[in-house]
């Protein structure tokens, strides 16, 4: 049972354009998301996250956006750069306790064609 | 500045041998947690720890096992290694009360 799903497995965008990933969850318990990229051969990086009590968070050419009553999240770059093009995971958080414990999504790979 | 640092980077082994995958941290990180990454599945849990001494499964702990005597350090072991273990494996970090892990670069391990 996928509770975090990003449906796109991959997109293209020419560079200076937008890029939009999207995530959906199922999860109503989660309360913190978060987008990680990944180039091949590296572990996941943090990118940018949000709180469920916001709708939008910005930090310089990222932007993720969070629509609760969808359990709809996404990111957009803009302008994307060559050096965007990695995989884009989604992921969620619950607080269960004393942990925080991520529930991630199956990643979009993004390519930005110059 | 070295982070999040797992060894070894790449591994094979023969069903049946076990083996541990090291994970250490020099950020003084309370929280740390192992995931798997397989194709088409994104990154799943598979242990965490909260402190040292204190560990929980995740969404996938069969086949695996974890300690934590310091907050430095928290290896894998597998005890009895299968096919379907053949993946990427990935140790993170986490202050408390922040959920924004730092990752280590990863163990590709291949089970034959």
């Known amino acids: 049972d996928q509770q975090v799903k990003q449906n796109s497995p991959s997109l293209s965008v020419q560079e200076g354009r937008i890029s939009i990933l999207n995530c959906d969850y199922t999860?109503?318990?989660?309360?913190?998301f978060l987008w990680y990229k990944k180039y091949p051969a590296e572990g996941p990086t943090f990118l940018i996250s949000?709180?469920?009590?916001?709708d939008k968070n910005e930090d310089g050419r990222f932007t993720v956006f969070l629509n609760k009553s969808a359990k709809h999240l996404s990111l957009h770059i803009v302008p994307s750069q060559p050096g965007d093009s990695a995989v884009y995971f989604c992921a969620a958080s619950g607080y269960t306790g004393t942990a925080s414990k991520l529930t991630f999504g199956t990643g979009t790979r993004l390519q930005v064609t110059l | 500045n070295a982070g999040v640092t797992q060894t070894p980077k790449f591994q094979v082994l023969k069903t049946g041998q076990s083996m541990t995958l090291q994970c250490a941290q020099d950020?003084?990180?309370?929280?740390m947690s192992w995931y798997r990454q397989d194709p088409g599945m994104g990154l799943r849990l598979i242990h965490y720890?909260?402190?040292?001494?204190?560990?929980d499964q995740g969404e996938v702990p069969n086949g695996y096992n974890v300690s934590r005597s310091t907050t430095e350090d928290f290896p894998l072991r597998l005890l009895s290694a299968a096919p379907s273990q053949t993946s990427v494996y990935f140790c993170a970090s986490s202050p408390p009360g922040r959920t924004e892990a730092f990752f280590g670069q990863g163990t590709r391990l291949t089970v034959v």
């Open positions: 949000i709180s469920s009590i916001k």
């Open positions: 950020m003084n990180h309370e929280y």
């Open positions: 720890s909260v402190g040292a001494g204190i560990t």
């Open positions: 999860n109503s318990m989660f309360d913190y």
